[in-house]
């Protein structure tokens, strides 16, 4: 089993109407999302807001 630091890498996924909590392993702490599906999700919701106008 791999040691995850726990050095305040613990966020929570930024996706409208998930609530997941995830621990960030990237290098720079940038991570937003909880998993691909969330972040698929925000991407069509982004690019359909920018169809629209």
Do not use: F, I, P
């Amino acid at each position: 089993m791999r040691r995850l630091r726990r050095d305040g890498r613990l966020g929570q996924c930024q996706a409208h109407g998930c609530e997941a909590v995830y621990v960030d392993t990237t290098r720079n702490a940038s991570r937003r999302y909880c998993n691909a599906s969330c972040t698929a999700r925000a991407k069509v919701a982004t690019y359909r807001s920018r169809r629209r106008t």
